[in-house]
């Protein structure tokens, strides 16, 4: 470290916090040695300071290269160097500062060294490694022994003269950025997979997609393991094209405002997304959006009005991106498919059902029964139908306490295959970089005969809605609330079946009601809260076109719930 001389007469206490001060100089002081705090981890021999050349200052930003990587070059490849990062000082100020700024924030400025310009270190690194930014130069603690004291990030010098450099910088540049909006601001830090993923679009809002092959590198690591977790973080190549390809599918579908909100609100984790989604009036949440990038991912096309199933980006379009199913399974009238998946959390995996033959006559059902070893895990399975005419719909199914059905009618009629995409959706918070949990679901598939039907009793509900009705005769009762249904120590989550709207509208809809030792008979209001006593006749109750059949016996617990509202005379 370069030596500062001090007079004679300061008192020893000055003498040991200033040891203990990071490197500190004027920006135009570049004739005496000077050194760099650098990660050791990013160094071959692990060595944690270095001394350091001044090559160029421009609007927004300070270049300095590593003074023993810079004189082992030859003179005309520091020439080369040297010319490079003039040239570049430009394209970073005029292109890449305001571009991410206006998305991700700004940086802490003037900061630490309250100075606005940042500083850019071109440091060798081993060829693995990009760059990277470290927090503790924005450290103001004279305790911070290893800090810069500057907003700072470094750069490989191997990338000093690359095509790549614009887009190295500006992914290190928005970490500099989502620092000060989130550490500094709220005093969060946030989860590794939305910082890497912002810093991945952000090569996206500067303009530098197609530097080289960057986005096109990250597809290629995508497409070889499409089922890496989303959320947990080993920092493999898979894991930055996942949380790219993530963040460009946000700003795709729902824009740059979004991406804006998860960057400068005050939270972190998937919490940020959501908030970010109800600040613009989306009515979804991040497991709702995850399973529609899942779909997407397969799709990659606009087949209906929501376009929430495709890219818009020409790099990621469907001769680019498209994930193929892991397994085409073939069902028919004697087989019955078993497989079973580990999963992490937000890992998906692509199953593709197809009929092994069509009959008109004698139409089936196609029947998926998903069962996970652990009660308490939660999965979501999106699901895309696609019939012989091209007609594609696309829904959600829940696995929860277990076990979830899923029946498709007309499977050997009309469809021409039925992709299932089942990821957990259990942990939503307090992500541990290291953990390795994996949580295992079994698929068990089969034909069953369209005339298929429920007994008393069953609780039934669709794909994608969360409303749980019981069945009786050919009626059906919703039951308005958890707690009414908790009341009825026989009736289980786990028993609840999932059947297609088509064979839920084969039920009729019943609101009528009575207390087992009350012979009034109430009906139900639609939104499930009052009760109205049917005050008429045995012969005005017929007459009014209701079935004394639809009548169902409720609880106590039940029958309390509801508020009285006034008597129903016709």
């Not at 050997?412 to 295992?440: C, M, W, Y």
Request: hydrophobic content about 35%; proline content about 3%; cysteine-free.
């Amino acid at each position: 470290m370069r030596k500062i001389k001090k007079t004679t007469y300061t008192v020893i206490v000055l003498l040991f916090v200033i040891s203990f001060v990071a490197p500190i100089f004027s920006q135009a002081q570049v004739s005496s040695p000077v050194y760099f705090f650098v990660d050791p981890n990013y160094k071959i021999d692990s060595h944690q300071q270095e001394e350091i050349l001044f090559l160029h200052s421009s609007q927004r930003a300070y270049f300095y290269v590593e003074k023993k990587y810079y004189d082992n070059l030859s003179s005309e490849a520091q020439a080369q160097v040297s010319a490079a990062l003039q040239d570049f000082g430009n394209t970073f100020d005029t292109k890449i500062y305001d571009r991410v700024r206006n998305i991700f924030g700004s940086e802490w400025n003037p900061g630490v060294d309250n100075d606005s310009k940042i500083t850019i270190y071109f440091t060798d690194m081993p060829t693995k490694y990009n760059g990277y930014f470290r927090e503790i130069d924005e450290n103001t603690s004279p305790f911070a022994v290893n800090s810069n004291k500057r907003e700072m990030i470094y750069i490989n010098a191997n990338y000093a003269t690359s095509y790549q450099l614009p887009a190295i910088v500006t992914h290190e540049f928005q970490h500099l950025a989502h620092y000060n909006q989130k550490r500094k601001q709220y005093n969060l830090v946030q989860e590794k997979w939305i910082n890497e993923g912002l810093s991945e679009y952000a090569v996206t809002v500067a303009g530098y997609e197609e530097s080289g092959d960057y986005l096109n590198e990250r597809v290629r690591a995508f497409k070889s393991s499409p089922n890496t977790s989303l959320i947990l973080w080993n920092d493999s190549i898979e894991n930055y094209a996942t949380a790219s390809l993530f963040m460009h599918y946000l700003a795709d579908v729902y824009g740059q405002e979004l991406i804006y909100g998860i960057s400068h609100n005050g939270y972190v984790g998937i919490e940020s997304i959501n908030r970010a989604l109800a600040a613009l009036n989306i009515s979804k949440d991040f497991s709702q959006v995850y399973s529609d990038w899942t779909a997407s991912l397969f799709l990659n096309q606009n087949f209906d009005n929501t376009q929430i199933y495709a890219y818009k980006n020409s790099l990621l379009n469907f001769l680019n991106l498209r994930v193929n199913a892991r397994s085409t399974l073939t069902i028919s009238d004697t087989n019955l498919i078993k497989t079973s998946v580990a999963l992490q959390d937000f890992s998906p995996q692509w199953y593709r059902f197809i009929p092994a033959n069509y009959d008109l006559q004698n139409p089936k059902f196609l029947n998926i029964k998903f069962e996970s070893l652990d009660k308490l895990d939660i999965f979501k399975v999106a699901v895309i139908i696609t019939t012989l005419a091209g007609d594609i719909t696309v829904d959600t199914h829940t696995v929860t306490n277990g076990m979830s059905l899923l029946d498709i009618p007309n499977f050997n009629q009309n469809i021409s295959s039925v992709v299932v995409i089942p990821a957990s959706h259990t942990k939503l918070i307090g992500f541990d970089n290291s953990e390795n949990k994996f949580r295992v679901l079994s698929i068990e598939a089969s034909l069953k005969d369209s005339g298929y039907s429920l007994k008393d009793g069953d609780l039934v509900k669709t794909i994608g809605d969360n409303k749980v009705y019981v069945v009786k005769g050919n009626t059906k009762r919703w039951i308005p609330s958890p707690k009414i249904f908790n009341g009825y120590g026989h009736l289980k989550w786990e028993n609840i079946i999932e059947v297609s709207e088509g064979i839920l509208n084969t039920y009729a809809e019943s609101r009528l009601i009575k207390f087992a030792q009350d012979y009034r008979v109430y009906q139900v209001s639609s939104d499930g809260k009052i009760k109205q006593w049917l005050n008429m006749s045995p012969t005005q109750f017929i007459s009014s076109g209701r079935d004394w059949g639809q009548i169902y016996e409720i609880n106590q617990n039940e029958f309390g719930r509801y508020l009285s509202g006034p008597q129903i005379a016709t």
